[in-house]
């Protein structure tokens, strides 16, 4: 059973960076570099919503709105998977979760395709 535990969360000025990571394990010898890992990030009272996926190859998608200020990166030999955040107001204060599924991502960011979850990381952004 494949197991994800995000750091890197805390308290950040807006404007300022941070890193977060996600640390991978369960995965078996042949499947860790066929897993699809993702971001995403709740704020209280709103649905969990998609940051990045990124592919055991590498590829990468990025929402949109994010896109510029949040790159999300992966270290298949060490099965971790970053999130690079340059934050610009408390807009992006939310915690933020790693998922993983089997599988290529298929460019695909929605949480109900996703059956393995972190317990999430707590950033907060102050103006």
């Known amino acids: 059973q494949v197991q994800l535990v995000e750091s890197g969360g805390g308290s950040v000025q807006a404007g300022g960076s941070l890193r977060l990571s996600c640390a991978a394990s369960g995965f078996t010898s042949n499947t860790a570099n066929t897993y699809c890992m993702a971001w995403f990030r709740q704020v209280a009272g709103k649905e969990r919503s998609g940051v990045a996926i990124?592919?055991?190859?590498?590829?990468?998608i990025t929402i949109d709105a994010l896109k510029g200020r949040f790159t999300a990166s992966r270290d298949n030999a060490n099965n971790t998977l970053y999130l690079d955040i340059n934050t610009r107001a408390p807009e992006d204060a939310a915690v933020y979760y790693c998922?993983?599924?089997?599988?290529?991502?298929?460019?695909?960011?929605?949480?109900?395709?996703?059956?393995?979850w972190g317990r999430g990381t707590q950033v907060t952004v102050s103006s």
């Open positions: 990124v592919d055991s190859d590498g590829i990468r």
């Open positions: 998922a993983a599924r089997n599988g290529r991502c298929g460019g695909v960011l929605s949480a109900r395709y996703f059956g393995a």
